[in-house]
């Protein structure tokens, strides 16, 4: 089975290549939601606290269908509408809108995630924040970047100094816990931040604006950019058990490596 820093981006129906149809899909979507922030949305929800709204289904609907276009044999898995990906070496795993608690109440900080998985590893993707006007976008083995700049993750190696993201999820045990341990690592770094957008809190790692950044229940479409984006700025993505982290894992830890050493160590201690 080929490696996927061996896999080139597959061309689409227009020759694009698989980043630019992933970014020209998040560009568009972000249009739709910049339009309808701070305006009424219908929303539906799903669980406590856990909601959908109009800006999500309009923005997943205009992705979809770019990605269709490009490239109809790929399969896609999508937040709200799905998978169906069985079968399919090329997947787009996509969150239209992550942060929609955010964008319900008014506070910008959210974004389009898209990301291409090639036999379950991701090979591109990219994080767009529309309100910001930042695009991180990742390609396997050719770096991480930040509206076309080269980005790395931070140059701290102390635990004190370093700034640390987090985010409760929609599972009361699981925010319990990141409470808990939010609480008990206060006092160790610089700070800490609840982001309200796991995709932006990776993207933030990538670009060193974080040191760290923990969850405890995320979804393939929350964390796939993210992944790819924190490796190829340097810096890794585990599990709570320690282990590389996959698209299929409910918490990720993301940072640099000396810092993920210190925290680990430090976790275990408490």
Known sequence: MPEPRRVPLPASRHDKTAYQVAKYAALEAGKIIKKRFATHNEIQVKSRRNIVTEADLMSEKRIVEILKEEYPEHGILSEEAGDNSRGKEYVWIIDPLD????????????????ALAYRGKIITGVTYDPMRSEMFHAINGKGAFLNGRKTAVTRVTCLGDTSAGADLGYV??????????????????????LMGSSSLGMAY?????????FHKYVYPWDIATGLLLVREAGGRVINFSGGDAVTEDHDIIAGKFDLLEKFTEWMAGI
């Open 205 to 213: 790692v990538s670009c060193g604006r974080l040191g760290l950044y």
């Open 99 to 114: 942060g929609t608690n955010n964008f319900h109440f008014g506070i910008p900080f959210f974004c389009v995630n898209i």
């Open 172 to 193: 009361p045990e699981r925010s319990k816990e990141i409470l808990a341990l939010a609480a008990a690592l206060w006092s160790k770094v610089h700070c800490i931040r």
